[in-house]
């Protein structure tokens, strides 16, 4: 049975049993979770972060970009748009492939640009290099 719509449940820690209708997300761990939404019953882990995923709600829940499940058997790809479920279609391996190694590229960027901010302090402050 394919889930059709979700509700967001706000929680700190995401329960051992997840209903199939529920997006469970986690502000403090940044993760949203869910069971697939085309029934298999398997759980889907969405990381929010600038680079992943993004979760806004304003009243309802919306978790973007889509979801390609392309690890699992179903293969299922879908977004969801204010508590609802969207499906996007089928996506090639090809296509796939090249989604992932774009999402790697933008997340290592945001982690080197990130990481690289306290030996810019350190330089400037110093002088110098770090030993």
Known sequence: ?????VVPAFVTHVPHKL????LYI????????????????REV??????????????GEISLSPSIG????PCRSHYVITRGVIQWAGTMSDDRAA???QSDHALRDAAIGA???WPRRLW??????SRA
């Open 1 to 5: 049975m394919r889930t059709r719509r």
């Open 19 to 22: 209903d199939p209708d529920t």
């Open 26 to 41: 986690s502000y403090e761990y940044s993760t949203a979770v869910h069971l697939c939404a085309c029934g298999c019953e």
């Open 45 to 58: 882990v969405t990381p929010l972060s600038p680079t992943q995923w993004k979760a806004t709600f304003d």
């Open 69 to 72: 499940n392309w690890g699992l």
């Open 98 to 100: 090249v989604n992932r």
């Open 114 to 116: 990130h990481s690289s």
């Open 123 to 128: 330089r400037r402050l110093t002088g110098g």
